[in-house]
């Protein structure tokens, strides 16, 4: 009669070793999270309360609360501001032309030298932001050398600077988008005719779009907020807004950096969220 009922174990008595060590491991998963959550939301919590303080300086306790230090960010701040949306805008257009085609490329075809091409397109992700921006400095002078060129300081070198940084970012979102698509739909489409160049328009692209999107963001992202090739690339006529809260805090010590960094926040998550609620970023980047 009982050969045929499902046997099941016994439960763990309440005090047994399983069983402590369950709850010893749960409370140490929660205290990292909670740890995490806190080294993330504290200092932002701390930068928006410092950003409606009423004082020239920052003393603590303030003497008032206020919101006009949000009022006085572009006044300061308009042409950095404006500098690194164009910058941001024109890092995003360069990168997504070089990485979704080396996306493509190392994803779809094996060739010689294809360890050497996916190590130098990825190679800025693991070189320090100072020393790449002090090489490419070298470099850009070397070349007005040469050339005779005016490149260093303007606005073109640091736009292909920051493609450079950025570039690797497409890629590699590129490839993950790549890596669970079959290849069936692209050869059924050659075989129905289609030249290679319209297999990648209707068939590859739209699969790739998930990860074209994440590399834009990033992109931009990486570009917006860049300080250290800013630091030895920009002149006084293209300044970022990175290198100007910089250059103010070296004569202001006021609210005004933390309603900028406030506003950088919003700005950020404003995106993320119109981006999701239209693009599903979940989907777009797990």
């Known amino acids: 009669m009982t050969s045929g009922l499902a046997q099941t174990a016994p439960p763990l008595p309440e005090h047994a070793p399983g ?5 010893l491991e749960r409370a140490g998963v929660g205290l990292l999270l909670w740890t995490g959550i806190a080294l993330i939301a504290v200092p932002l919590l701390l930068t928006l309360y410092l950003s409606v303080f009423d004082e020239k300086l920052i003393l603590f306790p303030p003497h008032g609360y206020t919101l006009a230090w949000y009022a006085a960010i572009l006044p300061n701040f308009a042409q950095p501001v404006l500098t690194s949306i164009e910058l941001g805008a024109a890092a995003v257009v360069g990168s997504l032309l070089l990485g979704i085609p080396a ?22 992700l693991t070189v320090p932001g100072i020393a790449l921006g002090l090489a490419i400095y070298v470099m850009l002078v070397t070349i007005d050398e040469q050339l005779g060129s005016m490149i260093t300081g303007s606005m073109v070198g640091l736009v292909l600077a920051h493609v450079m ?6 890629v590699r979102l590129c490839l993950a ?10 050869e059924a489409a050659a075989s129905l005719g289609a030249n290679p160049l319209t297999v990648i328009w209707r068939v590859t692209l739209p699969a790739m779009r998930p990860g074209i999107i994440a590399g834009a963001l990033f992109a931009f992202v990486i570009s917006f907020e860049n300080l250290e ?9 293209v300044t970022t807004l990175p290198v100007a809260v910089l250059q103010y805090l070296e004569y202001h010590i006021d609210p005004l950096v933390s309603a900028v960094a406030v506003a950088q926040t919003v700005g950020i998550a404003a995106l993320l969220l119109v981006l999701d609620r239209f693009m599903r970023l979940g989907r777009i980047v797990r």
């Open 165 to 170: 940084i950025a570039t690797p970012w497409v």
């Open 177 to 186: 988008s790549l890596t669970n698509h079959e290849r069936s739909a692209e």
């Open 19 to 23: 069983r402590g060590a369950a709850r």
């Open 103 to 124: 996306g493509i490329g190392l994803s779809r075809h094996r060739f010689r030298g294809r360890g050497a091409v996916s190590t130098l397109l990825l190679a800025p």
């Open 229 to 237: 090739l800013a630091l030895f690339l920009t002149s006084p006529g």
